[in-house]
């Protein structure tokens, strides 16, 4: 695999989405990214290839993902690319790519709302109650568990009226795998967790943490630790003034696909404050 398309650029944009939704979160960002002439991928999950109504009828697929199963999904992928292109996750799919680059894939990344690795200590108690609904009853580690609109509400679309919240439920909203939740609340009791990075990696690519000041599920300062553990490579972070957690999805989400680009194209190192 190459590094770079033509013009030392990357040509090509991996999307890669998170938790409780399908690639149908992206769909503004595709479109964004193929009018600036970039080629995009935007792959779903091993096994949630359907459609947000399918996958509410039968989320069996869903509840067999694990955080290995999905990041290794990714990597074969992206391996079969003819070079490396841009990584842009949200949320668990932050993760993923952190993850990825950790593999050397990936000409850049930028995780957004990123769901921590292995290391990050801080456990905001808005995130407790957000992951609470699957997190309280530990035979969810083998079902798919969706969230009630109240609870999507409350973990992604908070700084949003009811109307619009509801709205963006009905589009994009899927259950999740109980299975990848409580890999995460243990990612740090657990020696083998898939989950984990080399934080003094020399070779990494550039990394770009975007966070929503609003965001309950994975509020900004659990991005800003997440970012103040790499100790190699360029490292950068930003945060959005009035986001929440739907920062992909809410109004004003063009002003983030164009810093999480214009960083990628030319990634420069931020002091953590």
Do not use: C
Not at 62 to 80: G, R
Not at 130 to 138: A, D, E, Q
Not at 173 to 185: C, D, K, N, Q, T
């Amino acid at each position: 695999m190459e590094t770079t398309g033509k013009n030392n650029f990357p040509d090509t944009i991996v999307l890669i989405h998170g938790l409780w939704v399908t690639p149908r979160s992206w769909e503004n960002w595709v479109k964004f990214y193929e009018a600036r002439g970039y080629k995009v991928l935007a792959p779903t999950y091993p096994g949630m290839e359907g459609e947000v109504d399918g996958l509410r009828e039968d989320s069996s697929p869903i509840a067999e993902l694990s955080v290995q199963k999905v990041v290794d999904h990714y990597a074969s992928i992206i391996e079969a690319l003819p070079s490396k292109p841009i990584l842009i996750g949200h949320s668990f799919g932050g993760t993923v790519v952190q993850l990825l680059l950790d593999r050397g894939l990936g000409a850049a990344g930028v995780v957004i709302d990123s769901a921590p690795v292995k290391g990050v200590l801080r456990v905001p108690l808005t995130q407790v109650r957000s992951t609470f609904p699957v997190l309280k009853n530990p035979a969810n580690v083998k079902r798919a568990v969706p969230f009630t609109h109240e609870e999507f509400h409350y973990a992604f679309t908070n700084t949003l009226s009811e109307e619009e919240s509801r709205e963006a439920y009905e589009r994009y909203a899927v259950a999740a795998p109980g299975r990848i939740l409580f890999e995460g609340a243990t990612i740090n009791l657990n020696p083998n967790t898939a989950a984990k990075v080399d934080f003094h990696k020399e070779d990494r690519a550039p990394l770009f943490f975007i966070a929503g000041e609003h965001d309950h599920i994975m509020p900004a300062a659990l991005n800003r630790d997440n970012a103040r553990k790499y100790r190699s490579g360029i490292v950068a972070f930003r945060e959005f003034a009035g986001r929440d957690h739907f920062i992909v999805g809410e109004k004003g989400w063009e002003e983030v696909a164009t810093a999480a680009l214009e960083w990628a194209r030319n990634p420069q190192p931020v002091p953590m404050q």
